[in-house]
């Protein structure tokens, strides 16, 4: 039976049998890969960057100019009605910034209105402190200006821009107690849209890996939102859920090796 076995793994029938299970399974590959959400920071040219949070103004505009002419860039609520509505998402691409900065009103905006090109800002605050969250109390400026109000209303009132919730501290919500992850998450909510008069519909986690939030946090956004962005690696489809949304961290890329960045 091994010799029959061995045999027939030889015939030109098998190994194209071979060649059409290997093509579907690429096929299937490349139909599920549909969308990309990618995650920003900053856009700003600093000489420190411990977290490597920061990409180049030139570097942002650059990687912003190729995402449009290979793919359609869409915003995350367009994204958010496809799979809910079970549409194709077509190779989309989805913009999406953590935390807020100064700096994604100061530089990330003017670029993304002359490309004409929508974007997602998750905003932190309102803080305690005006620390943010570094350690030790430190705010060196390189590390980044957390917007402030009056620069989040601008910033809110562009038709390409939607904003979303993350939190009031930016703290880790897998260490917080529920009523505790629900005052974080809520007045952050209630905060974000008294500034913009809007109403807040996505959220992203903090830190957003699994082991940065939990059930609780699963249970509370879950009701306050309509959907939820994570931080780790991944493509969507119209099967993912829609409070478990991957996305493609990236990092301060010049547009050659930006091409070689997996999307």
């Known amino acids: ?60 505009e650059n990687q912003l100019l190729y995402l449009k002419e290979k793919y359609k860039i869409i915003s995350l609520s367009e994204l958010i009605q496809k799979i809910k509505n079970h549409q194709s998402l077509g190779k989309c691409i989805v913009i999406t910034f953590d935390d807020c900065y100064l700096d994604n009103y100061e530089n990330a905006l003017p670029i993304l209105k002359k490309l004409e090109i929508p974007a997602t800002f998750f905003v932190t605050g309102p803080y305690d402190q005006k620390n943010f969250y570094w350690e030790n109390n430190t705010m060196e400026k390189d590390r980044g200006i957390p917007i402030e109000e009056k620069y989040l209303k601008l910033l809110s009132e562009n038709d390409l821009v939607e904003i979303g919730g993350h939190t009031q501290n930016h703290l880790r919500l897998s260490t917080l107690s529920k009523e505790k992850q629900e005052e974080e998450i809520e007045k952050n909510k209630l905060w974000l849209e008294s500034v913009t008069n809007k109403e807040i519909l996505s959220f992203s986690y903090p830190f957003g890996s699994k082991d940065d939030y939990n059930q609780n946090s699963e249970i509370i956004t879950q009701k306050l939102f309509t959907c939820v962005c994570i931080n780790e690696f991944g493509y969507i489809n119209n099967k993912t859920s829609i409070y478990k949304l991957p996305r493609n961290l990236v990092r301060n890329l010049d547009i050659a090796n930006f091409k070689k960045y997996s999307l």
């Open 1 to 60: 039976m091994n010799n029959f076995k061995k045999i027939v793994k030889k015939t030109f029938f098998y190994k194209y049998l071979l060649t059409i299970k290997i093509f579907f399974r690429q096929l299937k590959k490349k139909t599920f890969k549909e969308a990309t959400i990618l995650l920003y920071h900053r856009v700003a040219n600093v000489k420190d960057d411990p977290l490597s949070l920061s990409v180049s103004i030139n570097n942002f």
